[in-house]
Every structure is written in structure tokens, then in C-alpha cells.
């Protein structure tokens, strides 16, 4: 098994971690050349393991289509399983981009570290890309509202 930095993982196995079998971590660092090459994450606490002791946990990035005709409640669902899907992307992708290892042993966030101009120039990174993201969208929604009125969709915008 082939495992990357920001896997979700569940724990199958393992001796002295502090963890349980059937918890649930991000692997959050490798190191080939140890008998135990995979450090996991489970709530900020690590411990290492082999290919055996772990199985990778497929988690869907997107949410499906809804359908028209939600209600408040349907909404705050949706609300919700998309704010979990952001949480799954922190523990996945966002393990290999923002975490790190201190010196103290323990699982760290990046930006805990960083100093408040380090902190201000990765968010004033973050809002460029949001504004790119916002235009590409938009060209994209202009383009999709382009083509429904050429097909006679009356009131695309």
C-alpha cells in the first residue's frame, strides 16, 4: 500500500501509539527508510505504523446535486454536510499543505507558528485566489447563461 501525506486512514493495528483500532487519523508524515514508516495523526496526537496497521479511507470531495424544492431543513443540511466536507479537506488535503510537526513532538498547524506577517501575507495569498475562483466562476455562469439563452431558456440572466 502506497500511502501520501494527508491520507485519511483508519488504524487497523499497532502497539504503544495511544491510539485504538478502528480510530480514524491523518497520515501526517512518512519516513521509507523506518520499519514504521507512516506517522498518523488521531486529535493532535501521533503514532507510527506500518503498510498492515492501516487502511486508507476513501472520502467523497464533492456533495451531490439537490434537488429543487428544499425546505429550511434540507438547507441547514446541505449547510452542514458542506462544512463537514470542508473539515474532511482539512484533515486530507489540508494535512499535507498546513500541518506540520513541532519540536515538542505534537501535531501543529502552520499558521500557529507563523509569525503576524507571515500570517497576514498567506491571507492576503488566500483572498487573491478567492477573487480569481470568484471570476473564473463567473465567466463560467456567464457563459452557461449565454448558451441557455441561444437555446431559448427564457430569463438565464
Known sequence: MKLKV???????????TGHRVGDQGTVAGINPDWM?????????NSGFYSDGELEVIHVPALLPVVPEGMTPDDLA???????????????????????????????????????PGQLITMAR??????????AMLDIRLARISE???????????
Not at 494527508?6 to 504503544?16: C, E, F, S, Y
Not at 482539512?90 to 509569525?115: I, K, N, P, W
Open 125 to 134: 495569498e488566500e483572498a487573491q485566489d478567492l477573487a480569481v475562483y470568484a
Open 36 to 44: 514504521c514508516p507512516y506517522r498518523v495523526s488521531v486529535d493532535g
Open 147 to 157: 448558451a441557455l439563452n441561444n437555446k431559448g431558456v427564457g430569463n438565464a440572466a
Open 6 to 16: 494527508g491520507d485519511r486512514v483508519r488504524i487497523l493495528g499497532g502497539a504503544d
Open 77 to 115: 443540511d446541505y449547510v452542514q454536510a458542506f462544512v463537514n466536507a470542508a473539515k474532511d479537506r482539512v484533515l486530507g488535503v489540508g494535512a499535507d499543505q498546513y500541518a506540520s510537526y513541532g519540536a515538542d513532538g505534537r501535531d501543529r498547524q502552520l499558521f500557529e507558528a507563523m509569525t
